[in-house]
C-alpha cells in the first residue's frame, strides 16, 4: 500500500467538540449539505438550529470524501500530500410545534450553520416514539442510540404487520420477539407454523441478561398451546371435521385426479354419509364408495385411505375453545402436512376466526402467517387466500389481526401486502421483492432500499404503529429459545 499524506481540510480554529459539521452550498427546506469534521454515520440523526424553528431534526442520507488524489496519481503510486474533505448530505425530518405537532421549516437554514449529533431525548421527542410498557410491545433500540422503540400494540392488531426478508434475514426471530410482547401484554395469538419452530418459545433462551437491551431469558410455556401431526408430548392432535368440505375439496386433499366419475361417487357417498350420520370420518367416505362399486372406485379409495392416514379429519374436531384461549398463543404445527393440506387448514382457521370474532365469540386477536407467500400467493390461488384476503381486508373492523412473515414479498398478494400498516423490514436484496417492499411501503427513500440490501441480521427497517419515519432498529434479543436457527454442516473446532 502506497504511504500517504492526508490532510483533512478544516477550519483551524478550536471547535466545539459537539459539532460534526457545517452547512454550505445551496440549501433546500427538504435537504442541505454539510461539510464534516466529526464522526457520523449514515442513517445517524443530528440537530441543526433554525432562526424560525429552533432546533430542528435531520438525518444523514449520504457521506462522500472528497480528495485531489485523482486515478492518474494512484496509477502513478503518488505517495505525496493528498487533500481531503468529507462532505455529507441530509434530509430535514422536522420539529414539534407548539401545538406539539411534527413540522418542517418553510425557510432553509443559512450557510455556516453548526450541525450537532442528535441526544436520544431529542429524537424520541421529534420522532414522538411511544414508550408506554402497558399498550407498547418493545422490538429493540434505535441503531446507534440509547433509545427503546416501542411498537403500539394495538395499532399492529387492528393495521396489520408484515415481516419481510429474505431467508435466514431473521423473520422468525424478530416475530418470535413480537409474539413474546404479545404474550406479556396479554393479547390472544394464533401461529401458523409450516416448519415446526414456534413450540421452542415454551422454553427460555440459552445465556444472560443482555446488558444493552435488558432482556433476560424466560419461558412462556404457560401461555402457549400447540396442535400438530406430532402428538409429542406439549403438541395436541389437530383435529377437523369434513362437514364443510365437499367433493372437490376432499379430492384436492388427496391430489387425486378429479375424474368426473370419482367426483360424482365421492359426491354421492357425501350425500348418503350426511343422510345417515350428522358427524363422520373418512372411514365413513370409504364404506360409503366402496358400497357404491368398489372396483370402480379403486384409486379413489387408496386416495381416501392416504387422507385417513393423516388424522387430520375426524368425527369431532378441535373445540373453538381449545383453538382460541384468552390472552394465550396457539401454535398451528403443520410440519408434516402437504402443501395443498395446510392450504385447506389455513382456509379453515382463517374463516372460523373471522366469523367468531365478527360474532364476538372470541376476544380480539393476532393471526400470524409464516412463508405467507405460500397461502396467499399473487398469481396463483389457492384454497386460502381469499379468506385471508378477507381478513387483511376487513378484519380491522373486528380486532383480527394478521402478521404476514414472507421472504418472497413480490410473491404476495398485492391486496395483503398494501394492508398492512407496520411493516418491519430486514435484509432483502432481490430487486424485484425491493421493489415490491417500495410499492408498498410509503416513505421509503432510495437511501433507505440501498439500507435495507445492506443491513447487517439483527437490524431492521421499521415504520408504522406509531412510527411515522421509517427507523433502523437494532431487534432485541429473544426471551424465548428460537427454533429456526440455522443448521450448521460442520461442526466448529470449539465446541470439541
Ligand atoms: N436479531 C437477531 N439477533 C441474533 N441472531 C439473529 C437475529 N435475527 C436472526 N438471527 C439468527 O439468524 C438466523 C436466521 O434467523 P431466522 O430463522 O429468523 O431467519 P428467517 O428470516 O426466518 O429465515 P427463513 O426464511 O429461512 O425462515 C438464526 O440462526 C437466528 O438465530
Ligand atoms: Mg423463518
Known sequence: MVQLDITMIENEEERDPSVIGTIYGDVGTNSFKFSMVGHAERSDYITVEHPDCGPVLCQIDSIIRKSNYTLDRSLERDGGRIDEKVIASATVIGYRDSNGLLNTPRTPFAVGCDVRLSDAQFIKKVLGLKDDTRTCAYIGMLRNYDLRIMLDINSMVQRHVSVLAKTGGGKSYVSGDIVEELMKHGVTCMIVDPHGEYGAMRDAADGKEDIRFGVSPRSYRESMVEFGMDESGDIHPLRFTLRSLDAKDIMELCSSSDSKTSVLALSKAIENVKAKKDFYDIKDLIDEVSSIDSARHYALI???????????????????????????TTVINLKGYSPDIQQIVVRRLGTMLFEMRKAERIPPMMLVLEEAHNYCPQTESTACKKSLITIASEGRKFGLGLMVISQRPAKIDKNVLSQCGTQIILKVTNPNDLKAISASVEGLTGGMEQDISGMPIGTAMIIGAGIQTPLLVDVRPRETRHGGASVQVLEDDDDE
Not at 304 to 324: C, E, I, P, W
Open 302 to 328: 387408496r386416495d381416501l385411505q392416504l387422507l385417513d392416514s393423516l388424522h387430520l379429519f375426524a368425527q369431532k374436531g378441535n373445540s373453538l375453545t381449545d383453538l382460541v384461549q384468552k390472552g394465550k
